[in-house]
Structures are given as structure tokens and as C-alpha cells.
């Protein structure tokens, strides 16, 4: 006899294995792997990235006739390289087989640590990188034409170093300000290029916590 | 989630989840997945229901809104990382869920509809009235009048003639 559909609806429940809910387990086991991938996927790219920098930095440096600049802007990314190297062979040793709130809440002590000593480098990395352009930019013609512009049109100026004192203060300051401020622009980069997913991690990880309690 | 909320909340309507979950779903592994995203979710969002509808109301519309989300990501997903010739071979995988051969049936006939004419379908056959199935979908009960009509026919057309 034919059914209607209504009726294959109502008897085809009627079986009660129909209608048994799967048992919630491991909740959050695919959601935690994708983000802490999706994670190692861009830390991935962000070296590549570094390491064709570091290169167009060096011969860049060469081909403008500035190689000790482009020198030291190298071996700043070649230290950033290293540093974040360091962290992922660190990152190696977790153990992936144990449940994946362990997993992620060391994933999550991983990348707190990698930051915090990311912030500390960063200190240092902006400070140099200016100062390293500002010295280079001393020796340039360009840079050698201003200096005599500026002492010539106001001989009674203070020196340091054939450096009038004011510029002398100007980049002192800006080098303080830029190694006092260096975690935070750190911070600022951070959150431009994995704000969304280190945001997504975290919520997984308050889920998690919550779901435990 | 404590299994207070789940028991209490969730479980009695642990039937309609299931039954949208199976109908925008191919395989048990996407439907189990569909299952708990949709759970997670009604346990997340708990506290934004304000009560200007019935829980299971509310439940219904969660859970459809959460599997059209799933199932537009999987769609990009696919797209991105299959040929549209993988994505056809796919879509013509069985799933056999249901004892009931008539069942399985009318469940394949059900996932050839649109997304939203098998939201529609769902409801009715869950005995919801046209104003409630128009509070869940977003339009008017009207509407929801002629489409259930429309995909009635339809249905009759794929089950070929094994329905009156």
C-alpha cells in the first residue's frame, strides 16, 4: 500500500534506535587540532615570508650601496628566525596522544611563552633596526648634505659627535621610546596577522574549562 | 555542559535535532559532528534565549541556522580543496540511517530539496503549524502555505509515484 509522507515520517520513528542521540564525547578533539594546525600553517608561511625578507634585505643592501645596513636588517630576521625555530622544536615534544584539553592547554602555555620572549626580543629589535638606518643614513651623501645644511645655516649650534645635539636627542629619544614600546608594537604585529585565530584558540580553551567544571 | 543542562534541556528535543541533522547530512561521521556542533551551541547560546518564543522553538531555529552554517563551510571547504567533480561523486553517497526503507527513502528525497525547502519540510512533518514554521524560517505563513505544498509534489515526484 503506498504512504503518504506524513505517515512515513510517523512510523519510520516509531523505531526507537531511530532516534538515539550520539553520545557526546570529545567534544572539542577536531575543533582544537584545526586551530592549533591552522596556527602551525601560518607560523609556517610567517618564515618563509622572513626568509626571502632576511635575503631581499642582504642583497637589497648590496645593490643600494648600503651593505652594513642591509646587513644588520638581515641578521635581525636571521635572530627573529632562530628565535621562533627554537620555540618550535620546543613545541615538537608535546605530547599529541594525550586528551585534547591537555593538549591545547599546553599548546596554549607554548604560544604564552613564545610571546613573552618574542615581546623581550622585539625590545631590541626595533631599537636596532632604527638606529642601524639612522647611522647608515648619516654616511649617505644625502644624509652628509643635510648635516652640513643644517651646522652651515646655524654655526653656533651645539655638536656631539659632528651631530647636532638636537638630532642626537631626537633619536635617543625615538630609540628609547621604540625600546620601551617594543613588545607592544610586537603585540600590535601579533594581533594583525593571528589575532583572529589566537582569539578562537582562547575561546576553545574558556569552552573547554567551563565544560570540565 | 552539565549534564543537568543536556539531560533536561536538549534531550527532549534530542529527536528534532536528530532529524535535521540527518537531513543535511550524508555520511553518520558529518552527522554525529553536526550533532554536537549543534548541542555546544544551544548550551553556548543559552543564555540569549529571552523567552519571546518556546524553548523548542528556539531550539528548532538554533539548530537549523547552525546546520545551514555548517553546511555552507563545508561547501567553501570542498571547493577549495576538491574539483566539482569530487564534490558530484560525493553528493551521491547513501546514507542508510534508518531501519525503515521508506524512511531512508523519503530522507534521500529530502536532501535533493533546497536547504531551506527541507527546513520547511522537517517542521511540517514535525506537525508545526504554518505561523510557526514562518517564525522559524523568517517569512510569512502564506508562504509557508504554498511552499509546503510545492515541496509535497516535489517529494511525490522523487519518491516516483511510492507515496500518495
Known amino acids: ?126 631599537p636596532i633596526f632604527f ?28 655638536l656631539f659627535l659632528g651631530v647636532p645635539t638636537f638630532i642626537v636627542i631626537i633619536v635617543f629619544v625615538v630609540t628609547a621610546v621604540l625600546a620601551l614600546c617594543g613588545g607592544l608594537l610586537y603585540k600590535l604585529d601579533l594581533n594583525i596577522v593571528y589575532g583572529r585565530v589566537l582569539k578562537k584558540l582562547n575561546e576553545i580553551l574558556t569552552d573547554m574549562e567551563e565544560l570540565k567544571h | 555542559m552539565s549534564s543537568d543542562f543536556y539531560t533536561s534541556s536538549i534531550l527532549p528535543h534530542a529527536g528534532i535535532i536528530i532529524k535535521i541533522c540527518r537531513a543535511y547530512t550524508d555520511t553518520q561521521e558529518d552527522f554525529e559532528d553536526y550533532f554536537q556542533e549543534v548541542c555546544l551551541q544551544i548550551w553556548k547560546s543559552r543564555d540569549r534565549f529571552r523567552g519571546d518564543s518556546k524553548w523548542s522553538t528556539w531550539i528548532y531555529r538554533l539548530t537549523l541556522n547552525i546546520c545551514l552554517t555548517l553546511i555552507k563551510k563545508k561547501k567553501n571547504n570542498r571547493q577549495h580543496y576538491t574539483s566539482e567533480y569530487e564534490i558530484r561523486d560525493e553528493g551521491t553517497e547513501e546514507n542508510r540511517s534508518f531501519s525503515d526503507e521508506s524512511l531512508n527513502q523519503l530522507y534521500e528525497a529530502i536532501k535533493k530539496l533546497s536547504e531551506i525547502d527541507r527546513a520547511v519540510i522537517l517542521l511540517y512533518l514535525e506537525e508545526k503549524r504554518n505561523k510557526e514554521i514562518a517564525e522559524i524560517i523568517g517569512t510569512s505563513p502564506n508562504n509557508i502555505a504554498v511552499r509546503v505544498n510545492r515541496i509535497k509534489e516535489r517529494l511525490k515526484t522523487l519518491l516516483d509515484g511510492k507515496i500518495d
Open chain 1, 1 to 126: 500500500m503506498e504512504k503518504s509522507i506524513e505517515n512515513i515520517w510517523k512510523t519510520g520513528f516509531i523505531d526507537h534506535n531511530a532516534l538515539v542521540a550520539p553520545k557526546i564525547i570529545n567534544l572539542y578533539n577536531q575543533k582544537s587540532i584545526h586551530v592549533i594546525d591552522k596556527i602551525m600553517r601560518m607560523g609556517k608561511v610567517n618564515l618563509i615570508y622572513l626568509v626571502v625578507l632576511a635575503a631581499i634585505f642582504l642583497l637589497g643592501g648590496f645593490i643600494a650601496g648600503t651593505p652594513y645596513l642591509g646587513l644588520v636588517w638581515s641578521l635581525l630576521i636571521v635572530a627573529h628566525i632562530l628565535l621562533a625555530l627554537k620555540h618550535t622544536n620546543v613545541l615538537k615534544n608535546i605530547d599529541k596522544s594525550v586528551n585534547s584539553y591537555q593538549y591545547i592547554k599546553t599548546f596554549d602555555e607554548w604560544i604564552t611563552y613564545f610571546i613573552a620572549d618574542f615581546m623581550l626580543f622585539s625590545r631590541f629589535f626595533y
Open chain 1, 131 to 158: 638606529l642601524s638606518f639612522v647611522i647608515q643614513a648619516r654616511f649617505t651623501d644625502a644624509g652628509r648634505k643635510i648635516l652640513n645644511y643644517i651646522i652651515t645655516s646655524n654655526p653656533d649650534m651645539s
